[in-house]
């Protein structure tokens, strides 16, 4: 059984361009969320679905970005015209319950560069 | 404002010996905390997690300890092997309507040495 399924591991995208990065959660999650991680930082938290629902935008910048979790197929973060601050290693996690206590699964990431 | 912290950015132990790993939160509504463990280009793996009335956690070679009244917690591994280099992120959720998402400290580098 896979775990957590990103793609792309690497992205590079101009300036301008559109940029979207696809997670297919564990089997039988329904809790997704995405964290981003700037270089020598922390990951931070941008957004938790569920399926079809935006439970938690509160990380989200308020412009370009957006994410989606529906029915069928993967979560999906979509960065519109990206800039240069884009660039950093964004994390899908998956849960299977909505409590903190048993931890995320995470994929591997999607490292965005923006050239 | 940054809700958790982990003041030493690295750690350098001899294997065998005890790592310590330590983080300091300001949210007095957390309600767990938990240890993630990064090795490069892999994406962090759970560790080990605390439920706030608790003080210790133990499994197997990771215990976390939790001292409320401080905003306080710490990673003990004992003993350190060279296989648990890797940077280790703290991290904080609540309960309740604001459950699920967590709180992540910068990280801390941990070597520990052959």
């Known amino acids: 059984n896979a775990g957590v399924m990103q793609n792309p591991r690497h992205l590079v995208r101009r300036r301008g361009q559109e940029a979207r990065l696809r997670c297919s959660p564990m089997k039988g999650h329904s809790h997704v969320y995405w964290y981003r991680q700037l270089p020598e930082e922390g990951l931070k938290f941008m957004v938790y679905?569920?399926?079809?629902?935006?439970?938690?935008e509160s990380g989200m910048p308020k412009e370009r970005f957006s994410a989606e979790f529906p029915k069928e197929g993967p979560s999906i973060l979509r960065i519109q015209q990206v800039v240069r601050g884009d660039s950093a290693a964004y994390f899908c996690a998956s849960s299977l319950e909505r409590t903190g206590s048993g931890g995320y699964t995470f994929g591997s990431g999607t490292r965005l560069t923006v050239v | 404002d940054q809700q958790v912290k982990q003041n030493s950015p690295s750690l350098s132990v001899q294997e065998g010996r005890i790592s310590i790993l330590n983080c300091d939160y300001t949210?007095?509504?957390?309600?767990?905390f938990l240890w993630y463990k990064k090795y490069p280009a892999e994406g962090p793996t759970f560790l080990i997690s605390i439920s706030s009335i608790k003080d210790k956690n133990e499994d197997g070679r990771f215990t976390v300890f939790l001292n409320k009244s401080a905003k306080h917690l710490s990673l003990h591994i004992v003993p350190s092997q060279p296989g648990d280099s890797a940077v280790y992120f703290c991290?904080?959720?609540?309960?309740?309507?604001?459950?699920?998402?967590?709180?992540f400290g910068d990280g801390t580098t941990l070597t520990v040495k052959p």
């Open positions: 679905l569920q399926k079809e629902n935006i439970i938690d």
């Open positions: 991290a904080a959720s609540e309960g309740g309507t604001n459950a699920g998402k967590s709180t």
């Open positions: 949210n007095s509504m957390f309600d767990y």
